[in-house]
């Protein structure tokens, strides 16, 4: 078994630059089982919002964190797993609750394809620079509200202007808040495992 970190490249997203080992699949699938549990804990960090059914939590941090660091395709089965756990029952998603009635179910939709969009964008160098970061997370946040808003919509029979009050506006500050730690985690994550590459 090697233990050489793998160079930095151009494609590469962070959990490439793991070292180098002789059973790839069973690192993926370890990879794509943390970020599921990772996320799920992330989900337990939980404020509720007063007037709304969805509390600002940490999940949504996690499953863009998980989609860059991962890249598209393990931040998609990370996020997949995540999501069909918690709709059989396991108490994961946000305030320990979990199956198919939920009216925050379509965010935990949106943070799938945004997992995988940013993924995506991180193998094109979306996280390696301050600018770049932020319009990867900015989209990422905009991929979320894309369809957990409108399924909060529906879910609970609102309308689309009072989904959009209860489930975008209160999240705007703290989703500016996790795309500033990102823009400086990520970039500086690639900056020394530069060095070391």
Do not use: C, N
Not at 40 to 46: E, L, M
Not at 135 to 158: D, H, K, Q, R
Not at 160 to 174: D, N, Q, Y
Request: charged fraction near 10%.
């Amino acid at each position: 078994m090697s233990t050489a970190a793998a160079p930095v490249r151009s494609g590469a997203v962070l959990a490439d630059l793991l070292p180098a080992v002789r059973h790839r699949y069973a690192v993926d699938a370890a990879l794509v089982l943390g970020g599921a549990a990772l996320t799920g804990i992330a989900a337990q960090i939980a404020v509720p919002v007063p007037g709304s059914p969805v509390p600002v939590t940490g999940q949504t941090f996690a499953a863009l964190l998980i989609g860059t660091a991962l890249g598209a395709r393990r931040g998609f089965l990370s996020l997949a797993l995540y999501a069909l756990v918690g709709m059989a029952g396991m108490p994961w998603f946000a305030e320990s609750t979990s199956g198919w009635a939920m009216p925050s179910l379509g965010y935990v939709f949106g943070m799938l394809l945004a997992a995988t969009v940013v993924g995506a964008l991180a193998r094109r160098g979306g996280d390696r620079s301050v600018p770049r970061t932020a319009g990867t997370m900015i989209l990422g946040s905009a991929i979320i509200y894309a369809i957990g808003v409108p399924y909060l919509a529906l879910s609970t029979g609102m309308s689309l202007s009072a989904a959009v009050a209860a489930g975008l506006t209160p999240f705007l500050i703290g989703d500016a808040l996790k795309a500033a730690l990102a823009m400086g985690a990520l970039p500086a994550a690639w900056k020394i495992l530069g060095r070391r590459g």
